[in-house]
């Protein structure tokens, strides 16, 4: 019996020795197309290698099912080798990958050392394949690109407009949540949609006419004022925020900027064109622009609410996208506002002068950098920029100077986001991945929105038409939908939006018209009480 406990005990002490003595199986590099220690590349090829060297050889039994290549779910079959006396692994797609698709790499803790120790812990990465750059479409003239671009994007207004206002809608999720802003934009666009053949006179009389009278007879207002949304089957005001459910002034501004267009636009003697420009006049006169100065030597604030009163507080101060409502305020025939309303408020006595240059170009007015390019696009559909100057600037030379900084912002990418260039390029507000926000070069979180580019046609346009052709024939296949280009995208994240909002495809349509032929400008500066406005408040043009 001594001799059976003394031979057990002599295992069992060979045993544990023998566990003590397996080495520790680690790793120890990670490589990508020779990049090294990379988690998350970007840029990889279509069929990339990936070296990972651990600290003991490998036992190869043990290779297969711990070595994953991944895409949505689905796995990628791959060929493994060893090399180095067999302590690192070199792994490479036995096909070519997705152009641009994201990647997941797995090596579970399952693998084995020859000496049976398992892998200390399991390694994940993930790449990004590189951009397929070919066209995505056929070559065509610029200018049938243009006319493309416009066709797909009036979709929005005219195919996706509402079944029963005709007013547009807030975004394509929207249902019956209509923008009134974005209406106005939808106004002009059903213009050029008339000048370029996409619709008949007619059709467009006949879509504005149902869209005015939904207007005036069964949308609530606020002192003649409109709220930002409504449902478009009721005309019942839907809450923007939470005491944002009142008027909205700025929004108003846009709205009723489009139908002064339309009523000088649908200028003949018809019954029906007589009836659209009695009914415009009878909307456009019953704003009361003047209730939003709050008090006689105020500020004009920008919304108001019968239940919250004026606790929005937002004062309307320059330089921004309200320019346009200082000048409707100051046109109004009935509810005028003043110019010194304008020079202390709007102006600030000139605090809303800038001066400084960026990148080599002066900027006149506005926050350093120029804020988002829609600041330059929103007042100006209409109001025509080429000639406007007032005792604070030239406005030719603010729209064109704030898009060049933009431009040149994105080309140097200061914060070195994934395809940023002289092609890809243009800040604005739009949809992100996680929400909405206000993209400028102060607020960059990787997000080119094509609006920003397309709608500043009229200011830069060589950089323009270079985005538009890299957006269409490089992005198309992901970018290029029903409704036009899609709102925005973060090539860096590898993510491109579904949505599409009518505050951004509007301008596309509008501003490459304005850049064409100058249609819009044309038909909203002979508005007379536009120009009355403008002469108000000290602007030649």
Not at 331 to 342: G, N, R
Not at 478 to 489: N, S, T, W
Request: aromatic share 14%; net charge neutral.
């Amino acid at each position: 019996m001594y001799s059976l406990l003394y031979f057990l005990l002599i295992n069992c002490l060979a045993c544990s020795k023998t566990q003590v003595a397996v080495e520790p199986f680690n790793f120890k590099s990670y490589s990508i197309e020779g990049v090294q220690d990379n988690f998350n590349y970007f840029d990889a090829s279509l069929q990339p290698t990936i070296t990972i060297g651990f600290s003991s050889t490998i036992d190869p039994l043990s290779i297969d099912q711990v070595v994953h290549l991944s895409t949505g779910g689905s796995l990628v079959p791959i060929q493994v080798s060893l090399f180095n006396n067999d302590s690192n692994l070199r792994i490479q797609p036995k096909v070519l990958l997705q152009s641009f698709t994201k990647y997941g790499f797995e090596i579970t803790n399952q693998l084995k050392s020859k000496k049976g120790a398992l892998l200390s812990s399991s390694i994940q990465s993930s790449f990004v394949t590189r951009l397929d750059t070919t066209a995505k479409f056929n070559r065509i003239s610029d200018e049938a690109l243009l006319d493309l671009i416009q066709k797909q994007t009036f979709k929005y207004f005219w195919d996706f407009g509402h079944p029963v206002s005709g007013l547009s809608r807030e975004r394509n999720t929207s249902g019956d949540i209509v923008t009134s802003g974005g209406s106005g934009f939808g106004v002009q666009s059903i213009l050029v949609g008339i000048k370029r053949g996409f619709i008949t006179r007619q059709q467009g009389l006949d879509r504005l006419t149902t869209i005015v009278d939904f207007l005036k007879n069964k949308t609530k207002r606020y002192h003649g004022v409109f709220p930002h949304w409504l449902n478009g089957a009721t005309g019942e005001t839907i809450p923007f925020s939470p005491k944002d459910d009142g008027g909205d002034i700025v929004e108003t501004s846009y709205l009723v900027a489009g139908l002064l267009t339309a009523k000088e636009f649908f200028n003949g003697q018809s019954t029906g064109e007589i009836n659209l420009r009695k009914i415009i006049t009878e909307i456009w006169e019953t704003v009361e622009w003047d209730w939003h100065i709050k008090s006689p030597d105020s500020v004009l604030y920008w919304h108001w609410s019968p239940k919250y009163n004026w606790e929005m507080n937002h004062e309307l101060r320059g330089w921004n996208e309200a320019l346009i409502t200082y000048i409707l305020a100051a046109a109004s025939p009935t509810h005028p506002i003043t110019k010194a309303i304008y020079d202390k408020g709007w102006a600030r006595n000139g605090a809303m002068k800038n001066g400084k240059s960026f990148y080599g170009i002066n900027l006149p007015l506005g926050p350093d950098f120029g804020g988002p390019l829609f600041f330059s696009h929103y007042s100006f559909l209409g109001i025509d920029p080429r000639n406007l100057k007032d005792s604070y600037a030239d406005y030719w030379t603010q729209e064109v100077n704030h898009t060049k900084i933009n431009y040149e912002y994105c080309k140097a990418n200061p914060k070195k986001f994934y395809g940023y260039s002289a092609s890809c390029w243009g800040l604005t507000a739009s949809d992100t991945r996680t929400g909405y926000d206000a993209h400028s070069p102060t607020n960059d979180h990787g997000v080119i929105t094509p609006t920003a580019a397309l709608s500043s046609l009229p200011y830069t346009p060589d950089a323009s038409m270079a985005a538009l052709r890299y957006f269409y024939y490089t992005l198309g296949d992901k970018l290029f939908k029903e409704y036009g280009l899609v709102d925005a995208f973060n090539l860096s994240e590898n993510w491109f939006a579904s949505s599409f909002l009518a505050i951004d495809q509007g301008p596309i349509i509008i501003m490459i018209e304005d850049y064409r032929s100058g249609m819009i400008w044309d038909y909203t500066m002979k508005n007379t009480d536009i120009r009355a406005g403008l002469t108000k408040l000290g602007f030649s043009y």
